[in-house]
């Protein structure tokens, strides 16, 4: 139904509110077990989106790390090759 909801903490450049956003879509989309609610569920659906989204911004902003942050391009590279390896995707 919807892809793995990826980590946004400790990460340089940080995480953008659109990939807020985004992962907290796919939480409400998982917790509903829909992709598309119906027009009864739509605002309950919409809402608990933003609220998600405000929290988890407010959480990236609390959290302390320890080690320096990750670049997202080698990080990418490295599930990229990981992917490959493992056969769930060509070179190509």
Known sequence: MCRNIHTLHNFEP???SDEVHAAAL???RKIAG????????QE?????????AH????????LVAVS???NREAEAAKARAR???SGRYSAA
């Open 83 to 85: 992917a490959i390896a």
């Open 26 to 28: 796919q939480y409400v």
């Open 44 to 52: 309950a659906f919409d809402r608990a989106v933003h609220e998600i």
């Open 14 to 16: 940080a995480a953008t």
């Open 68 to 70: 320096p942050p990750k």
């Open 34 to 41: 829909t992709t598309k609610p119906s027009k009864a569920n």
């Open 55 to 62: 929290i988890t911004a407010h959480l990236l902003e609390d």
